[in-house]
């Protein structure tokens, strides 16, 4: 079964930069499409960004399309998203999760089609 670390957050300035990380356990972590979501208390968990097995295909949410890149390297099983002029509402546990079907990308992944999440990494943008 493959398992999903995710690592990187912490506490920046608006306007600062983190980069995270996702590092997957399983031998075929570069036939499957990786997603970043995020998730503040009391709101609904919402999709980030997503990108294709071999990485060439990105997808972004219209929040951080233009300030957050998702890249991966299958030979270290990691997928990174690296955030860039943070803000405030950016604040956020951040989550990584899998598509289920291998070589398959979608430019969107809705987060309540999926059952299991990992602890996730704490994202917190102050003023």
């Known amino acids: 079964q493959e398992q999903l670390e995710e690592s990187g957050g912490g506490l920046v300035q608006a306007g600062g930069s983190l980069r995270l990380s996702c590092v997957g356990s399983g031998r075929a972590f570069g036939n499957y499409s990786l997603a970043w979501f995020r998730q503040t208390p009391g709101k609904d968990r919402e999709f980030v960004a997503a990108?294709?097995?071999?990485?060439?295909?990105?997808f972004y949410s219209d929040f951080v399309q233009g300030r957050f890149t998702i890249a991966r390297d299958n030979a270290q099983n990691t997928v990174w998203l690296q955030m860039n002029n943070l803000r405030p509402e950016d604040t956020a546990v951040y989550h990584c999760?899998?598509?289920?079907?291998?070589?398959?990308?979608?430019?969107?992944?809705?987060?309540?089609?999926?059952?299991?999440w990992g602890q996730g990494t704490q994202v917190t943008v102050s003023t």
């Open positions: 999760n899998r598509d289920p079907d291998p070589h398959h990308i979608s430019s969107y992944y809705e987060p309540t089609n999926f059952s299991s």
């Open positions: 990108i294709s097995w071999a990485g060439g295909s990105t």
